[in-house]
């Protein structure tokens, strides 16, 4: 049996700091994927949603949220949350759905509604949580998590900030003529480099922001699609994997790391383990894959990125990234939308808006940006200290 | 002159407050040995092992340095932060005996350019924070 699924409709709602209600850019991306799609609203039978944390109870059942104002169909539903893996739960749902013949049509949304600044722990004192423990005890902001694993590839690989600018440059490039990105400003090595530092050694220009914005695809069998599109792109793919104990990266809101004392190491390391499991269920290779979406919060976490996903040996990213490998126009362009730099962090729509980069990019649809010839498209996040994400799509 | 403030721990029994020589309390799991820090005390993590007991161990006090970073910017609220806001690193630090990487600020203003990778850091107390009452005590990483 096949494990694929067609991609037949994507859409978006722009990035920005709209200050909107999240619904609204739910239902602006999910009319744009049906309309995409040629798929009446009235038609689909499963609506997977993305839950925010940050906009109270309507968040918490965003499928529904969002289901209501599109106007109730009489749809199963779904609302699931991964944090940042968030949308490829919701898109692996709904194909598990499909795959098991229980539903042909099914509509993913995930839309965010964001405040201003550092991500801060949910409201109210909640002493035994460690996501509120790590703010009140070590004021450790995501940041400070990017800049450890960023000052460690400093430390043993030799990375410098001028390679960390230089991510920050290239995605500037790749996001300028995209319609749904947040920030369209070209930057060079230098303004990079003379942002504040926010946490040593990244600077304010190397971290991603958080943004409001919306990301919907209709997902359905591949009978249904046939008999419309000649050659839909596909979703060959989706990875949700945990970690194997013991994970012995340190990851957020986590005080420590498992210990390694009892228990051998996995020769995997989860950061390896998320692009891989999709790659093995695929059949695929790195070596296959024409593009790469990449969840890159920092500009040197892009860099750990392509190592993870299997684009170079451990150490050998900067390399990649001074060729021109991971540029457009290179082997193997890497956030060819403009990445988290240009749009910013929508958590429930992330990987959502992900899958519809590498839809369009599939389709040759991607104007400026388009990477030539791309048939094969991976992309990869991670929720938290937990969740993989991963979805390989082909055509 | 006030009378001195009250010396508490920032959270309760998550390390001594042996201001000499202070240790991180983590726990062990009885059949496998694996170290848990902060303390795991009903079930274990480890996969294969169907422990449900635990002995409160102290935690080694020094340890290499794994990577470090800085707030430069002051961090949201729970965090108590001074006014004015000082800047100050953050460290991971890699303990050889439990194969463990823990967190902690870095004590005495020391900054990230005094810093590198694979160097030996020690455990302290500092303070994280004050009100009216008390001083509230937490651990700290220092280099050596």
Redesign the interface.
Known sequence: MSKDVAVLGVGMHPWGKWGRNFVEYGVHAARAALADAGVAWTDVQFVAGGDTMRNGYPGYVAGASIAQALGWNGAQVASTYGACATGAQAIDVARARILAGLCDVALVVGADTTPK??F??VGG?R?TDPD??R???????N??YF??????RM??YGASPRDFAQVKVKNSRHGFANPNARYKKLYTIEEVMES???????RLLDICATSDGGAAVVLTSMEFARKRATKPVRVAAVSTVTP???N?V?EMP??????????QVPDVPFRDSIARAAYEQAGIGPEDVSLAEVYDLSTALELDWYENIGLCKPGDAEKLLRDGVTTLGGKQPVNASGGLGCFGEAIPAQAISQLCELTWQLRGQAGERQVAGASVGVAVNQGLFGHGSAVLAVV | MAPAKARVPAVEGWFTLDAKAPQLLGTRCKACGTYFFPKETSFCRNPRCAGTEFEEVPLSTRGKLWSFTDNRYQPPLPYRAGDPFVPYAVAAVELEREKMVVLGQVAGGVGCDQLHAGQQMELVLGTLYEDDANEYVMWKWRPL
């Open positions: 600044g550092f801060a722990p004192e002493k509120w423990q703010f009140h005890l070590l004021g450790a902001t940041p400070i800049g450890l694993y960023a000052r460690r430390e043993i504040p530092i926010v946490s040593d050694p990244l194997r104990y013991p012995t340190i986590n005080f420590a790391t498992d210990s390694a004392v009892g228990v």
